[in-house]
C-alpha cells in the first residue's frame, strides 16, 4: 500500500512537498520518510512497515525500542512487526479544515542506538462530506407584480471536503420562472442567487416550489438539496368582475320601502384588502338615486321609496364596483316596473256650460269631460256612466273624451238645479273608481204666462168713495224667474169712454190695487167694466187678460131739496105749486137714512102766477087748475129759452174757433174737483190721487171768451150738481183725440143745470 501510494503520485507530490522539504532541510533531517494515506483509515490500519523503510532487521526490533514522538499521536508502532498503524481514525477535515495539503509531521526514536527518524505522512482528502445547506427549507415571498430579472440571493451550502470534493455547482430544478445564477460576495464567497425569468401571476400559480440543489466534485459525486418555498404576493392586479353585464329584474309597483331588490356580486381574484369591493350608483339620474339604495359592501339593491309605476315604468342602475386600488368593473341592473292597479281614474271636466237654458232641446251639450288613468292596460282603462235621473247621458266623443247631453226637455220651474254625478270605473281587478258631481243651473226663459187668481173679478163699490181708495184687487202669478216673472198690472181696455178712463180708475202696476180716482156716483154710472193685462217683463213678454167688473153701488146720498120756490136771500120761505090733484106722498121721501130739508111752504091757490103774486104776503094761493096750468107754462118757457140760450151759445163758440188761431195751452195740475164755489173750473190738488194726469185747456180763450156763464139770473148755480168736464167731452167732440178745443172749456165749467127733483 506504501509502495502504491508514493510511486502513484510521486510527481504532484513533489510539487506539493517542496516547501516542506525546505522546512525540513532547516531542521537538517537528510532523510525524511514520507507517506501519502488517505483519511478515514480504520484503527489499525497499516501506514507501512517503518522495520524494512528503516533497514532495521526483525531480530533487532525489540532492542531499538521503535516509538513515536508527537504532539498528538495519530500513529502507533507495532513493535514486533515494526508496522506503522492509525491507531485513530484521521479526519482529515478536522486536522487541516480546508487546507488543501494535509501533512502530519512526526519522528521515530529508536534506542541501541537512540536514532531519530522524521516522518511525514500526508493525509490525503476523501469524498466523506456532502454539501449541505443550513436549512432544508426556504421560504420566500415576492410579489407578483416583480419584474423579471430580479435576483434573489440564497444561502449557500457547505461541503467540508477540500479540492475537487468540495462544492462545486447548485442545480435548480426545471421550472418556468426562475433561473439559477452564482454570486460571490466581496470576500469571495460564493452563494446562489435566484433569478426570476418570467412574471408570476399570483392568481395563476401563488405558490412555487423549487429544489436546490448543491453539488460536489467528487467521485461519485455527493450532494445536498433544499426546498425552496415561494409564496407568490398579492398586488392588486386584479379588477372586480361582474358575472353578467345586464341584469334584469322586474319589480311590482307596490312593495314596501326596503323591499330587497336584487343583489350584485363581483368578484377579485386578487386576495385581501385588495379584493375588498365596494359598490357604488354610476352615473344614475336622480330618480334612481330617489327610489333605490345600494349598499356599498354587500352590493344589495333596496327600494327607498313607493315605486309608481305611472312614474316611471323602469329603471336602469348602472352600477360600478372598485377595489381600493380603483380599479372598477360596471354592470347594468335593468328594474322593470309592474303595474298594479293602484291609481283610480280621474274625471275632468274640461268645460260646462252652466246655466243651461231651459228650452235647451233634448241632445244639448251640458259639458265636457276627459277621464285619465295613470294605470296601463286594462288598469287603465275607463268607462264612464251617470248616476240618478235619467234627464242626462254621456256620450263618448273619443277616446276618454265623453259629451254630457241633455236627454229630455228641462224645465226651471221644476226643478232649477241639478247636480249631476259621473262615476269613472277601470277595468283593473279590483276596479277603482271615482266620481264627480257637476252642478247644473237651469237658467229661465220666459216660457210662462201670468195666470190670475180668478177667471174674472167682480167688487161692488159703494158711492161717494173717498177719491183715491182702493176698490179692488188683481194679482197674477208667473212662475219665471227675474224680469220674466215679474208681472205688472195695467188697464187695457174699459167700458168707459177712453178718455174718461184715466179721471175714474187707475192701477197700481206693482202690486195690481185698483184705485178710484174720483168718488163715483151712483147717480150718474152704475158699473163699469174694465179688462187688466198682467204682464210680465220678459223678452218677448208674456201677457193675459182679466176683466173686472164694478159695480158702484146706491147711497142715500142726496137730500131733498126745495127747488121751486127758491129761497129767498135770508132763506125765507117762497112759494111752490103743489096741484091740487096731488096725492098723498107726492113730493115724497124715500132715502135711507132719511134725510131732510125744512122750509116753510106757502100754498098759493091761484091761475096765474101774476094773480097770485101780490096776495102772496097775506093770502094762499087759489089752487085751481087754472093756475096749475100757467105754472107748467112758466117752466116750459123757461126750459125754452135756456134752450134757445144754449143754441146760440153753440153756435158763436164754434164760429169762433174756426176763425182763431189755436191757442196756447195751458196746463193745470190735476186733482180733484172742487165744490168750493159756483163754476170754478176744477183743480186739481196734488197728491190726492195715487195716480194723477194731466189736464190740458186752452187757457186763453177760456178766460177771455167763455168765463163763467149763469144762464139763468135769479137762479143759483147747481153747486151740488157735478157735472164733470170728462163726462161731457166725449159728447161734443167725437174723435177729437187732440188737445180739447175750445168749447172743451166751456161744457167744463160748473154749468147750472135746472133739476126739478132729485132723488
Ligand atoms: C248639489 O250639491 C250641493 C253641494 O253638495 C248641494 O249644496 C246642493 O243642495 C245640491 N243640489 C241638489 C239639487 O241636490
Ligand atoms: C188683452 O186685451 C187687449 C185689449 O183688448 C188686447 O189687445 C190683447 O190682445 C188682449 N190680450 C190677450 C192675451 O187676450
Sequence with gaps: MRQSAGRSSSARCLQVLWPFLLSLFRVALPDQIRYSIPEELTKNSVVANLAKDLGLSFRDLPARKLRISAEKDYFIINPESGDLLVSDRIDRERICGKQPLCV????????????????????????????????????LKIGESTKPGKTFPLDPAVDADAGPNSLQRYLLNDNEYFDLTENETPDGDKYPELILKDSLDREEHNFHQLVLTAVDGGSPPQSGTTQIHIQVTDANDNPPVFSQDVFRVTLREDVPPGFSVFRVTATDQDEGVNAEITYSFHNVDELVEHFFNLDQRTGEITTKDELDFETANSYTLNIEAKDPGDLAAHCRVQVKILDENDCAPEVIVTSVFTPLPENSPPGTVIALIKTR???????????????????????????????????????????????????????GKPPLSSRISITLRVSDVNDNVPVFQQASYLVHVPENNPPGASIAQVSASDPDLGPNGHVSYSIVASDLEPRALSSYVSVNPQSGVVFAQRAFDHEQLRAFELTLQARDQGSPALSANVSLRVLVGDLNDNAPRVLYPALGPDGSALFDLVPRAAETGYPGTGGRPPLSATATLHLVFADSLQEVLPDLGDSPAPSDA??????????????????????????????????????????FRPGLISKSGPGVVPTYSEGTLPYSYNLCVASQSAKTEFNFLNVTPGVAPAQDLLCDDASWVPHTNHGDTGAPSASDTILKVGFPLIRLFSF
Excluded: M
Excluded at 105 to 132: C, K, M
Excluded at 375 to 383: A, H, I, L, Q
Excluded at 384 to 412: M, P, Q, W
Excluded at 649 to 665: D, T
Design 373 to 427: 288613468d295613470r294605470d296601463s292596460g286594462e288598469n287603465g282603462e275607463v268607462y264612464c256612466h251617470v248616476l240618478g235621473n235619467g234627464e242626462f247621458i254621456l256620450k263618448s266623443s273619443s277616446k276618454n273624451y265623453y259629451k254630457l247631453v241633455t236627454d229630455r226637455a228641462l224645465d226651471r220651474e221644476e226643478i232649477p238645479e241639478y247636480n249631476v254625478t259621473i262615476t269613472a270605473t277601470d277595468r
Design 104 to 139: 502530519l509531521d512526526f519522528d521515530i526514536v529508536a534506542e541501541n542506538p537512540l536514532s531519530i527518524f522524521p516522518v511525514a505522512v500526508t493525509v490525503q482528502d476523501i469524498n466523506d462530506n456532502i454539501p449541505q445547506f443550513k436549512q432544508s427549507k426556504v421560504d
Design 626 to 667: 087754472q093756475a096749475e096750468l100757467q105754472f107748467y107754462l112758466v117752466v116750459a118757457l123757461a126750459l125754452i129759452s135756456v134752450l134757445f140760450l144754449l143754441a146760440v151759445i153753440l153756435a158763436v163758440a164754434l164760429r169762433l174757433r174756426s176763425s182763431s188761431s189755436p191757442a196756447s195751452w195751458g196746463c
